[in-house]
């Protein structure tokens, strides 16, 4: 089983966009392959409300509830709460791949126990987001030689449930 986490308090827009994109994923996903795939919120005390709208918009969805110290801690809250072997982590305010999902299980198959990738990001569409991809670039270009290094943190971060 896959479980796919995504923290999350208050950002409802963002993640009905990222939840899209992500049964998108699944979709194509399951075009080649029979494995399950649970999808969890990680609740990060949201305001009233955040939880139903989402039972009623994605009604599959799980909802982890974590007490509001931050995505990290809401992340391992999630974690705790996940069946899946493989585990998948994006952001409320990112856009996976059509691809994302089926990639990260090949490349989880071939052996590797942990895949890392730089998400589509809403942000990337504004003048912030354009500057922070190129402060990235330049942090990282020297550690990463023949290519432009972008962003990569636990936005896409995929692992085997042994690397814990």
């Given at each position: 089983?896959?479980s796919?986490i995504?923290?999350c308090?208050?950002?409802?827009n963002?993640?009905?966009?990222?939840?899209s994109?992500i049964?998108?994923?699944?979709?194509?996903?399951?075009?080649?392959?029979?494995?399950?795939?649970?999808?969890?919120?990680?609740n990060?005390?949201?305001?009233y409300?955040?939880?139903?709208?989402?039972?009623?918009?994605f009604?599959?969805?799980?909802?982890?509830?974590?007490?509001g110290?931050?995505p990290?801690?809401?992340?391992n809250?999630?974690f705790?709460?996940?069946?899946?072997?493989?585990?998948y982590?994006?952001d409320?305010?990112?856009?996976?791949?059509e691809?994302?999902?089926?990639?990260g299980?090949k490349?989880?198959q071939s052996?590797?126990?942990?895949?890392?990738?730089?998400?589509?990001?809403?942000?990337?569409?504004?003048?912030?987001?354009?500057?922070?991809e190129?402060?990235?670039?330049?942090?990282?270009?020297?550690?990463?030689?023949?290519?432009?290094?972008?962003?990569t943190d636990?936005r896409?971060l995929?692992m085997?449930?042994e690397?814990?």
């Amino acid at each position: 089983m896959i479980s796919v986490i995504i923290p999350c308090k208050n950002r409802l827009n963002d993640l009905r966009k990222c939840l899209s994109s992500i049964y998108i994923s699944i979709e194509k996903f399951r075009e080649s392959y029979l494995e399950a795939v649970e999808v969890i919120v990680a609740n990060d005390h949201s305001d009233y409300g955040f939880i139903e709208t989402i039972n009623e918009t994605f009604p599959k969805v799980l909802i982890c509830n974590s007490n509001g110290d931050g995505p990290g801690y809401a992340r391992n809250d999630a974690f705790e709460f996940s069946k899946g072997r493989y585990i998948y982590y994006t952001d409320s305010d990112c856009e996976v791949h059509e691809d994302w999902i089926m990639n990260g299980y090949k490349a989880l198959q071939s052996g590797r126990i942990i895949v890392q990738g730089n998400p589509y990001l809403f942000q990337k569409n504004n003048y912030y987001g354009i500057q922070e991809e190129r402060l990235y670039s330049l942090m990282f270009s020297r550690y990463v030689s023949g290519t432009v290094a972008t962003m990569t943190d636990s936005r896409n971060l995929l692992m085997k449930r042994e690397m814990r």
